[in-house]
């Protein structure tokens, strides 16, 4: 048993396919179907289930791949070990990121690290907090850049900056002349939010509690550009985080207003193990976010 093995059945598990599981390992399709027939062999059980066009773990394959993948996080923490006694910030580092901070936040935050930590390539992941916060755990990402609160058991977090949530509303509407907008008027149905389960539609109810959402879909949008999109269609108002607002986002078929004092905003944070090695590339993100505009992403002293 290999490692390289482990690899080819926890490639083709995810896969569910044995050409794409053999692309992923960069091998040919017989070189890992052989791979996989010989540990079979050597275990004395079928790991997979096949069929024509079927393949699946079996019920003792599953359990198999489940402790594959934890010898295989294991093992790649002892190249982790070696690197950071060499050079921090030399790998790649696998970061999470929230889908309403990475469209916005990365195109900025990878040219300002590239000056800082060039041999430092990010593999980036984007995801939900939830899902974020047990791969964190179980060592499928590195590092993550979420919205506070964030409490996950043996991870640790640093705040960053704040950043404010604007009411946008389309061209023509009554509250586009106006220079601020109070919190608790953004309410009733024609209030357009993210779907169930998004933490930034949390914060957004949280800060605008008077608003009453709509159940059905035509109030709702899987992504902060959809809301914009409907917005701009005249469909509702929404309040999306200013990140997502400036240009290249911004359009002459929406108007972006100000709340007024206190200003919602939401604090967002880098969040990693209590153990992880590379404290060295933490310092660089950290130093990468502070020259980040500070008009948007306002540091926290």
């Given at each position: 048993?290999?490692l ?5 059945i926890v ?8 050409s ?8 040919s ?7 996989i ?9 079928p ?5 024509k066009?079927f393949?699946a773990p079996?019920?003792?394959?599953a359990r198999?791949?489940?402790?594959a ?6 093992a790649?923490k002892v190249g ?17 990121v929230?889908h309403?901070?990475?469209p ?18 990010l593999m ?8 974020l916060a ?6 499928a990402?590195d590092?993550?850049i ?7 058991p043996?991870v640790?977090?640093?705040a960053l900056?704040d ?11 009554p509250?586009?002349?106006r220079c ?8 009733g149905?024609?209030v357009?939010?993210?779907k169930a389960?998004?933490c930034f539609r949390?914060?957004v ?5 008077h ?12 992504s902060?550009?959809?809301?914009r999109c ?10 999306l985080?200013e990140?997502?607002?400036g ?5 002459d078929?929406?108007?972006v207003v100000?709340f007024?004092?206190?200003v ?5 944070a880098l969040a990693?193990?209590?153990g992880?090695?590379?404290p060295?590339?933490i310092?660089?993100l ?8 500070p ?7």
């Open positions: 048993m290999t390289t093995e482990l690899r080819y490639a083709l598990a995810q896969e569910g396919n044995f794409r599981a053999a692309e992923r390992c960069a091998v399709q017989p070189t890992l179907s052989v791979a027939a010989r540990l079979e062999s050597e275990l004395g059980l790991l997979f289930e096949r069929g066009g393949v079996s019920d003792v394959g198999v791949i489940e402790q993948l934890v010898v295989l996080r294991e790649d982790q070990i070696a690197l950071s006694g060499k050079d921090q910030l030399r790998g790649a580092l696998r970061l999470g929230i309403t901070i990475g916005y936040l990365l195109p900025q935050l990878i040219r300002a690290l590239r000056t800082d930590a060039p041999e430092m390539p980036i992941e984007e995801n939900m907090t939830a899902n047990a791969m964190l755990q179980n060592g990402v590092v993550a979420i919205a506070l609160p964030f409490e996950v043996g640790l977090t640093r900056y950043e404010a949530f604007k009411v946008v509303v389309p061209q023509g509407h509250w586009s002349a601020e907008v109070p919190p608790e008027e953004v309410a149905e024609g357009l939010l993210l389960g998004n949390e914060q109810l949280d800060a605008c509690p608003i009453s959402s709509a159940d059905t879909d035509l109030r709702q949008g899987h902060i550009g959809t809301i409907m917005v701009a269609s005249g469909l509702g108002v929404s309040v985080p990140s997502a607002l240009h290249p986002y911004s359009n078929m929406i108007c100000p007024a004092e206190p919602p905003s939401r604090r967002v990693w193990r209590t992880f090695v590379r060295k590339a310092d660089a950290v130093r990468a976010m502070a020259a980040l505009d008009a948007v992403y306002r540091p926290i002293a």
